[in-house]
C-alpha cells in the first residue's frame, strides 16, 4: 500500500511548511510540560484533524512521538464506560503507576505523555479523520486515513520545536497504522514501536482461517462508534473541557453517512481482495528501524516477517493486551530503543539481541535471547493423530488407518499423548495437518493445543482479553484449503483465500489447520498435551478442570476483558452436518510442534 504519484507527496509537503492555525494552550498542571490542546493540521483534502501536543517547556528542538487512533485523544481511560475494567486491571497490576505520574493523560492503549515530556520528547496525539474532535468520514485502517497520517509525520517533522526526527508507539490500532504509514515513507519518520498490532487485515483482523471474525461488532459499536465525531449521545466526557468529546452534534442519518463499518464491510468481501489489499501493506517498502513486540496469544510475528527494515527486532511476551505496555521495563526498553533512533544515543541499542521470547512454563515465565525467528535449534516434531485410541505420539510412523466422527457444529475429537517422562520444551509456530470429510459441502475447524497437568487439570494462560486461553488456536474453513507452496513455510501453510472450493460430501481431503501465532511452554515431567478439534469455538466454561498458570499474574482477571465472541450465524445445512478425522496409514494427520533441543 502506497501513495501513487508526486502530487499527493508533494502536497503533503507544502502543508507542512504551513503554519499551524494557532490553539490556546492549556494549563497542563504538569511542572515543565506544555499542552496544546485541539490544534487543527489540514489534510491534502483541505479536512483538519485535530490534534493534542504535549511538549517540553525548555525551548529547543525535540524528537516528536506520535500516535492517531479512535478512541478519543481526550478521553480518560480511568472513566470511559468501555475502559473502566482495563484501567482497573492496570492500577491493580501497578498500583504505584499515578506515583511517577498525574495519570490524567493517559489515553487508551495509548502512551503517557508526563513520562517522555520529561525525558526531551514531545508526544502528538491525534483523533483519526471521523473520531472525537475530527471530522469526516470515519474508516478504520483505509487507504484515507493512512494518507492523513503521513500528512500528520511530515507536519510535525516541520515544526519549529522538532528535531525533523519522528517515532511512532501505541498499541492494538495504534501499532496496526504504524505498519501501514510506515509503507508510505513520510518525510520526518525515523523509527516505529508497534506493540502487539495486526499486520494482515484478512487473515488476523477480518478473518480467521477463512472464518468470518465476529469479535469486532463489540469494539465498532462499544469503543469506536461511541466516539465518532458529531456523536451527540456519546457517553464520553472531553477530559479537558467537561463537554462532550466528539464535537458539534450530527443528525444520526449524517452519522450514518459519515462512518463505514467494518465489520459490514468484512461480510461483503469474504474473500482476500482488494479491500483488505488496500490495507495490508507491502512490507518490502517497510524499512525504518523497527521493534516490533508480539504476544503468545495475540497479534503476533507476520509484521516482523513482512517488513524490510534491516535493523528490526522482536519481542515476544506473555501477558494481556494491555497492562504489559505500562510496565517501567517497557517504559525502559521503549526509552532506550527510542534514544538511539531519534536522539542518536550510544546506548548501545545495536547490541541488544535481535529475538527476545518469554518462554511459559506452568510456574512461570522467563526471558531467552537469540539471533533469530524461529529460534535456532528449532526442530519440527510430528505427533501423529489415532482416532482409534484418542492419542497422539512422535513416532517415527503413523498408527494403522482408522477414522472417527463428530457433530459438524458441536463438539469433537481430542488427541492426548502419554505423560512426558522428562522436562520437554516446545517453542515456535504451530501446524496441525489434518485429513477430513464432511457428510455436507463445507465443515469448519476450531483446533486447540492443550497443556494437562499430572492432575488431569487443563493449565490455561494469559489471553489477549480472556484469562485462561490454551497454548494455541487455530481455525479453517475447508472449503478455503488451498494452499500456495511459494509462501508457506515447513510449519505454516499460507492460505491465498480467493475462493470457496466445496467438499464433495464423504471425500477425504488433506487440510492445514492456520494459526496466526506461534506458541511457547516447557512441559515438566508427567505433563501432556492434548489436540482438540471440533466444529465450534474452543472455550473453558464455568466449572472447567482447570489451573491458571504462573506465565502473566493479572489481578482481576476473573472478567475476560473487553470482548469475546463465539462465531454465529453458521448455516446447518453447509456446516451442521457429521464431520470425520481420519488418521493413520496413507491419511496420517498430526499435530507439529516446534521442538527445542534434541528429541527424547
Not at 452519522?255 to 465489520?263: E, H, I, Y
Request: aromatic letters at 12%; proline letters at 9%; charged letters at 20%.
Amino acid at each position: 500500500m502506497r501513495m501513487t504519484g508526486l502530487a499527493p507527496l508533494a502536497l503533503a509537503l507544502s502543508l507542512a511548511m504551513t503554519p499551524q492555525t494557532r490553539a490556546e494552550p492549556v494549563n497542563s498542571g504538569v511542572p515543565g510540560m506544555i499542552f496544546d490542546h485541539d490544534v487543527p493540521v489540514t489534510m491534502t483534502d483541505g479536512v483538519q484533524l485535530r490534534v493534542n501536543i504535549y511538549r517540553p517547556e525548555k525551548a529547543g528542538r525535540y524528537p516528536v512521538l506520535m500516535l492517531m487512533g479512535p478512541y478519543g485523544k481526550d478521553t480518560s481511560m480511568a472513566d470511559a464506560p468501555a475502559y473502566r475494567t482495563s484501567w482497573a486491571k492496570l492500577i491493580a497490576k501497578f498500583p504505584d503507576l499515578c506515583k511517577a505520574s498525574s495519570c490524567r493523560y493517559i489515553r487508551f492503549e495509548a502512551p503517557d505523555p508526563e513520562r517522555w515530556v520529561a525525558n526531551g520528547y514531545i508526544v502528538i496525539h491525534a483523533d483519526v479523520r471521523g473520531a472525537g474532535a475530527s471530522p469526516g468520514v470515519l474508516d478504520p485502517f483505509s487507504p484515507r486515513e493512512t494518507e492523513d497520517y503521513a500528512t500528520l509525520v511530515t507536519w510535525a517533522a516541520h515544526r519549529p520545536w522538532s528535531s525533523g526526527k519522528v517515532g511512532l508507539i501505541g498499541t492494538s490500532f495504534q501499532a496496526i497504522n504504524q505498519y501501514q504509514v510506515a509503507a508510505l515513507h513520510p518525510e520526518g519518520l525515523a523509527a516505529i514501536l508497534p506493540w502487539e498490532g495486526a499486520f494482515d487485515q484478512y487473515r488476523e483482523i477480518a478473518y480467521y482461517g477463512g472464518i468470518l471474525n465476529p469479535a469486532w461488532e463489540f469494539w465498532w459499536t462499544h469503543q469506536v462508534v461511541t466516539n465518532q465525531n458529531g456523536n451527540g449521545e456519546t457517553p464520553l466526557i472531553d477530559s479537558i473541557s467537561g463537554g462532550r468529546d466528539t464535537g458539534t452534534p450530527l443528525l444520526a442519518g449524517v452519522l450514518k453517512q459519515n462512518r463505514v463499518d467494518p465489520v459490514e464491510a468484512f461480510a461483503r468481501h469474504p474473500f482476500d481482495d482488494a479491500y483488505y489489499h488496500q490495507r495490508t501493506p507491502d512490507g518490502r517498502e517497510i524499512t525504518v528501524p523497527m521493534l516490533d513486540v508480539a504476544n503468545w496469544t495475540d497479534w503476533s510475528t507476520a509484521g516482523y516477517f513482512a517488513a524490510a527494515s534491516p535493523q528490526k527486532w522482536l519481542r515476544i511476551q506473555a501477558g494481556d493486551h494491555l497492562t504489559p505496555f505500562y510496565s517501567e521495563e517497557a517504559l525502559a526498553l521503549q526509552k532506550r530503543f527510542f534514544d538511539h533512533f531519534l536522539k542518536g544515543v550510544d546506548n548501545g541499542w545495536e547490541n541488544e539481541p535481535r529475538v527476545a521470547v518469554q518462554v511459559r512454563r506452568p510456574d512461570g515465565a522467563a526471558w531467552r535471547y537469540a539471533t533469530t525467528w524461529p529460534l535456532p535449534h528449532t526442530q519440527g516434531e510430528r505427533w501423529y493423530l489415532d482416532a482409534a485410541t484418542g492419542s497422539m505420539a512422535a513416532t517415527s510412523q503413523a498408527p494403522a488407518p482408522t477414522d472417527k466422527s463428530y457433530p459438524g457444529l458441536g463438539e469433537g475429537l481430542t488427541f492426548t499423548s502419554a505423560p512426558f517422562d522428562r522436562e520437554v520444551e516446545f517453542t515456535g509456530p504451530i501446524g496441525v495437518r489434518l485429513w477430513v470429510s464432511a457428510s455436507t459441502a463445507d465443515m469448519d475447524i476450531f483446533a486447540a493445543v492443550r497443556l494437562i497437568d499430572p492432575q488431569g487439570r487443563d493449565v490455561t494462560f494469559m489471553g489477549n482479553s480472556d484469562p485462561n486461553v490454551p497454548l494455541g488456536l487455530g481455525y479453517l474453513r475447508v472449503s478455503h484449503r488451498a494452499t500456495d507452496p511459494a509462501r508457506s513455510t515447513a510449519f505454516s501453510a499460507f492460505h491465498p483465500h480467493l475462493a470457496s472450493e466445496p467438499m464433495t460430501p464423504g471425500q477425504l481431503y488433506p487440510v492445514d489447520v492456520e494459526f496466526t501465532e506461534p506458541t511457547s511452554i516447557v512441559a515438566p515431567k508427567g505433563y501432556r498435551l492434548a489436540l482438540t478439534v471440533q466444529g465450534k469455538d474452543f472455550g473453558y466454561g464455568p466449572g472447567a478442570n482447570t489451573v491458571h498458570a504462573r506465565d502473566y499474574e493479572l489481578p482481576n482477571s476473573s472478567n475476560s476483558g473487553l470482548f469475546f465472541a463465539a462465531h454465529p450465524n453458521r448455516d446447518p445445512a453447509v456446516f451442521g452436518g457429521t464431520d470425520t478425522i481420519a488418521t493413520g496409514g496413507e491419511h496420517a494427520s498430526y499435530l507439529l510442534l516446534p521442538r527445542i533441543g534434541p528429541r527424547p
